[in-house]
Nanobody, 127 residues
Framework: QVQLVESGGGSVQAGGSLRLSCAASRNIFKSYCMGWFRQAPGKEREGVATIDTEYTKSYANSVKGRFTISQDIDKNIVYLQMESLKPEDTAMYYC?????????????????????WGQGTQVTVSS
């Protein structure tokens, strides 16, 4: 079983920055897709960014140019650097992952059905 643990959330003023981290407890697979999602109160969960072991990245239009997803494959950690934060970025942010025994992750990462989820970390942006 793989556990995902998020960290780095907090409260900032608009225009500020935060970096979220997601650490996977173990990785016995050859490839993976990992992503960040968020859910604000009363709203549906939305995808924010994804990355796979081939460094293919995708971003939601609402965060393009402001958020950057990156990874440390050796440490099984994925990061989400968030810049120029806006009040509408306020949400619970979740890390998700899917793993594969293939040498290269075989599916479009941004369309993956994620099987592992973290508990979430709160991000609050005040105006």
């Amino acid at each position: 079983q793989v556990q995902l643990v998020e960290s780095g959330g907090g409260s900032v003023q608009a225009g500020g920055s935060l970096r979220l981290s997601c650490a996977a407890s173990r990785n016995i697979f050859k490839s993976y897709c990992m992503g960040w999602f968020r859910q604000a109160p009363g709203k549906e969960r939305e995808g924010v960014a994804t990355i796979d072991t081939e460094y293919t990245k995708s971003y939601a239009n609402s965060v393009k140019g402001r958020f950057t997803i990156s990874q440390d494959i050796d440490k099984n950690i994925v990061y989400l650097q968030m810049e120029s934060l806006k009040p509408e970025d306020t949400a619970m942010y979740y890390c998700a992952a899917d793993f594969s025994t293939a040498d290269f992750y075989p599916y479009p990462c941004h369309q993956t059905d994620f099987h592992y989820w973290g508990q979430g970390t709160q991000v609050t942006v005040s105006s």
